[in-house]
């Protein structure tokens, strides 16, 4: 499917998720509005609809608390019935700052509003309309933010307190277990509940009952106190501050410094919060040994010291001094989350992978979560990490296209877990996509994207047919130049297009190539030949991107596989043509996968030795069917391939001719074993991944 096409799907989705006064994050599992999903959703909106965007927020803010308090979830009274914990287990009419008019529940969420309304504004085309609801939002904001400063910040250092996980958003994250496991409920009564959540969506996939059970017992505490601050701040539990609420805190302050500036507002107090809680925040979270931030247990006076995507969320608070910023980034592209080239991983997973109770589907215990994604690519450009931003940024746009919408991902293989078309997914979804066409528009203008090539292009040099050498000797510089650049300049599969660019090797490479006009590959036997093709179509791909100066993908140049050309003896070859060749051989099955087009979906680039081309063309069949290009799940007997295969239907005709294909390259047994007897496995389709596997 195209990539406008998948726009389309993530506005529908929004659409659909749409009340008509606020989008609910997901129509089945969560059927009301939550606090800092809206923020997220409205900065998918203010792309195209800044009238949507502004609407979601004014709901949200119409149900602030009497103190400043922003609830995190304002319930719709025409929906009830469907989620726990609802307003008659929340009965925050108890409290006296609740709102007359909207159903809420009692505790808030990170403050990331300030920052959507910022985008809001930057992304709108009619300022003069946006300024007015900058006026109307600004005071919300600002009582908003003196509510967690007065209530929240016990030591007036900046450091802002929350009381419950839910509070953190990232709800059963293993960040909260040593302060979770303390609460001893043997001797406790707890209310009567039932959860909703375990019904809709696999409970492998949810927290724990008991996880769950002591979110009551603090929603019990909060009522019994009706909901005062000061009073659940000495009988809380469950009192910490948390990174990435903090950061979020900051980075909002500083928008709302922007916001006052706009509409000519004083921004002194803004800046004195900025600075405090970001001093704070360096003084007491960070931990330089292990080079992340961590959060803080007020109650005990230690940092918990496990390690999470909030540990680097600093990122995005504009937090984290120089130093501490780069240790960050270390951790971040380590094994430990997510390494940049590294197989089976997409993007940076909520939680440090080797330990021991890491997990790749249940919640916030190990997924990969858009929205924390989102905020660290933010986080990453802030920085000027520009590798590891586009890194995340193509993860972010990849996984939805590949997997579907959904509220969370599995952190080795992908697959979607939780709601599905899940609100934020899609609004950040937008959000990126926006920028990635409005960086196209500006390659366009400068000639860099998006060429369409009307005339062909020959790219091998001319002049050089008054070759001294044999085919022989042709053939032989080809062959060790080739080997020579793959091995110098591709690690694990990653090409460096840059200094390939600059290297001397690829100087004599040009030089060699301009010779194969002496050069007859219809001469060669076999095996010469069909090692000879797949190194030149992979040198080419190499070869085009260069001289065409490609950014991002191949197509931005149409007419790349089609219009380019190299010179060969007395004729002239574009990819397409080498294709049609190599589809005359009868290996052809395995020779069209081991193709390296210049894409993230391409299997790792080998150099074809021409002794032996069969072995090496198997090793990169197996890389391939061992990557995230083939997806094998035996427990739900399905399999899911590369479109790859689609696009060569006559040779890979159905699941039966795919499953025979695959069962010879497969490593893994249990895997294999299961191609072996499941005759007709489901059979579903990931979509190309075309960003330049640089
Ligand atoms: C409890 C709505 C919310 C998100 C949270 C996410 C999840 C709720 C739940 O869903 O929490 O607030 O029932 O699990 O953890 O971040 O805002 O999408």
Request: with cysteine; net charge positive; hydrophobic share 35%.
């Amino acid at each position: 499917m195209p990539m406008k096409n998948h726009l389309k799907k993530a506005k529908s989705i929004l659409n659909k998720n749409w009340n008509g006064k606020f989008t609910v994050p997901s129509i089945h599992l969560y059927p009301h509005q939550w606090n800092w999903d809206s923020a997220f959703i409205a900065i998918g909106y203010s792309r195209y609809d800044t009238d949507r965007a502004i609407q979601e927020l004014k709901s949200l803010f119409d149900a602030q608390w009497k103190n400043g308090m922003l609830p995190h979830i304002v319930f719709d009274k025409n929906n009830l019935g469907k989620y726990f914990p609802e307003p008659d287990f929340w009965k925050t009419e108890l409290s006296k700052n609740a709102p007359e008019n909207h159903l809420t529940s009692g505790i808030t969420q990170p403050p990331i509003h300030a920052y959507a309304v910022l985008k809001i504004y930057e992304n709108s085309k009619d300022k003069k309309k946006v300024k007015e609801f900058l006026k109307w939002i600004y005071p919300k904001l600002v009582k908003l933010h003196r509510y967690l400063y007065l209530e929240r910040n016990p030591d007036d250092n900046g450091l802002v307190y929350i009381i419950h996980p839910w509070e953190s958003g990232m709800d059963n994250s293993p960040m909260w277990d040593p302060v979770l496991k303390r609460i001893d409920l043997s001797q406790v009564k707890l209310p009567d509940f039932e959860r909703k959540d375990n019904r809709i969506v696999d409970p492998e996939q949810r927290p724990g009952d008991d996880d769950y059970k002591r979110y009551i017992y603090l929603v019990d505490i909060f009522r019994k106190n009706r909901y005062e601050d000061r009073k659940i701040f000495h009988e809380c539990p469950f009192i910490v501050f948390d990174p990435l609420f903090n950061s979020v805190l900051a980075a909002s302050n500083k928008a709302l410094m922007k916001i006052a500036d706009i509409i000519g507002e004083n921004c002194r107090q803004a800046e004195e919060w900025y600075l405090t809680t970001s001093r704070s925040m360096r003084d007491l979270l960070y931990d330089n040994n292990r080079g992340i931030f961590y959060a803080y247990d007020y109650i005990e006076k230690k940092q918990i010291k496990v390690e999470t995507s909030a540990g680097f969320m600093p990122l995005f608070g504009g937090v984290a001094s120089h130093s501490q910023a780069l240790k960050l980034l270390e951790y971040m592209n380590s094994a430990s989350f997510c390494q940049i080239h590294e197989d089976n991983c997409f993007a940076i997973p909520n939680y440090d992978k080797t330990k021991k109770d890491f997990s790749t589907k249940n919640y916030w215990r190990g997924p990969v979560w858009i929205n924390i994604n989102w905020m660290l690519y933010q986080g990453l450009k802030r920085y000027r990490f520009k590798q590891k931003a586009e890194h995340l940024e193509k993860t972010i746009l990849e996984l939805p296209v590949r997997f579907g919408f959904y509220e969370y991902f599995d952190s080795r293989f992908g697959r979607g877990y939780g709601t599905k078309d899940f609100s934020w997914t899609a609004a950040l979804f937008i959000d990126l996509y926006y920028d990635y066409e409005n960086s196209k528009k500006v390659g366009k203008n400068i000639g860099f994207f998006i060429q369409i090539l009307r005339d062909e292009i020959v790219a091998n040099p001319e002049g050089n047919a008054i070759s001294i050498k044999s085919p022989e000797e042709i053939l032989f510089e080809f062959n060790m130049l080739s080997n020579l650049l793959i091995k110098k300049y591709v690690k694990n599969g990653s090409v460096d297009y840059r200094r390939i660019r600059l290297s001397p090797e690829y100087k004599l490479f040009q030089n060699i190539t301009g010779k194969l006009i002496a050069f007859d590959p219809f001469s060669l036997d076999t095996q010469e030949k069909k090692s000879f093709l797949i190194n030149l179509y992979n040198m080419m791909v190499i070869d085009f991107i260069l001289k065409m100066k490609v950014k991002k993908s191949v197509r931005e140049i149409d007419g790349f596989f089609t219009k380019i050309k190299y010179r060969l003896g007395k004729e002239k070859f574009s990819l397409k043509d080498i294709e049609q060749i190599l589809k005359s051989f009868k290996d052809r099955d395995k020779i069209l996968i081991s193709l390296v087009r210049g894409t993230q979906s391409s299997p790792p680039l080998r150099f074809i030795s021409p002794e032996n081309p069969s072995a090496d063309i198997d090793k990169v069949v197996k890389d391939f069917v061992g990557s995230s290009e083939v997806l094998i799940f035996p427990e739900e007997k399905t399999v899911m391939v590369s479109e790859l295969l689609k696009w060569y239907k006559d040779i890979f005709s159905d699941s039966e001719k795919i499953r025979e294909f695959l069962k010879k390259y497969v490593s893994d047994d249990r895997k294999k074993k299961f191609l072996e007897i499941e005759r007709k496995p489901e059979l579903l389709y990931l979509s190309y991944d075309w960003f330049l596997n640089n």
